[in-house]
């Protein structure tokens, strides 16, 4: 098993643009989840999915959309790009919530 | 919304002593308790988790934490550390209806020194 695999390991934007981050895991789980994670504040959860087709709200979800058309794939979109949205963003998975959860290896993003 | 106060932003301790890293949380009402380490450059780890039962819960790596509802605490202790837990360690909860929104501390940093 890979777990959970997130792409692109590092990316820098302008601002305005646009991009997705995808995630992926290949144990089954039901629940996905993405955090961003900002010196000296931890994580932070920004949208989650309870299974195919579901998705909810974090603590910060704006700025960006989720989707989940797959239980495998949970990727995480910024339509239009800002500097407040540098960060490392990480995905993770569980069976359920309150399970384990999985995490990635994380997404380096810098906004000029 | 939950809110996660993680006391000490570092912790250094000389390896083979012990050590206690502290967490509370907001919420009075019914939580599910986590701790998490993570590693440089690396995605979290779960080292335990508190959902119900016995306060005292085990982990890995000889960790273990104590459920302290009264005073609504969840704080983590290492009998004798090694160089190998220098790490940042995350706090986190939940809440105890769906289990579904997490909120993380602001993360502790342990540093073992030889």
């Known amino acids: 098993n890979a777990g959970v695999t997130q792409t692109p390991k590092f990316q820098v934007l302008k601002t305005g643009q646009s991009m997705t981050l995808q995630c992926a895991q290949d144990m089954n789980h039901e629940y996905m989840s993405w955090y961003r994670q900002d010196p000296g504040m931890g994580l932070r959860l920004i949208h989650y999915s309870v299974g195919a087709g579901i998705t909810d709200q974090g603590e910060v979800p704006n700025g960006y959309n989720v989707s989940r058309s797959t239980t495998e794939d949970f990727p995480l979109r910024l339509l239009s790009a800002a500097p407040s949205q540098t960060s490392v963003y990480f995905c993770?998975?569980?069976?359920?919530?309150?399970?384990?959860?999985?995490f990635g290896p994380g997404t380096r993003l810098l906004v000029l | 919304a939950q809110s996660v106060t993680q006391l000490d932003s570092q912790v250094p301790v000389f390896e083979e002593a012990p050590v206690e890293l502290r967490c509370n949380y907001s919420?009075?009402?019914?939580?599910?308790l986590f701790w998490y380490v993570q590693y440089p450059n690396q995605g979290l780890q779960l080292l335990l988790k508190?959902?119900?039962?016995?306060?005292l819960v085990k982990g890995i790596n000889g960790f273990e934490a104590e459920f302290n509802k009264s005073q609504t605490s969840f704080h983590l202790r290492k009998p004798s550390v090694h160089i190998s837990d220098t790490a940042e360690y995350f706090c986190?909860?939940?809440?105890?209806?769906?289990?579904?929104?997490?909120?993380f501390g602001t993360g502790t940093s342990l540093t073992v020194i030889p």
């Open positions: 508190y959902l119900s039962g016995s306060t």
């Open positions: 993770a998975s569980s069976q359920q919530g309150v399970e384990t959860q999985y």
């Open positions: 986190a909860v939940s809440d105890g209806f769906t289990g579904n929104q997490f909120y």
């Open positions: 919420s009075s009402v019914s939580v599910y």
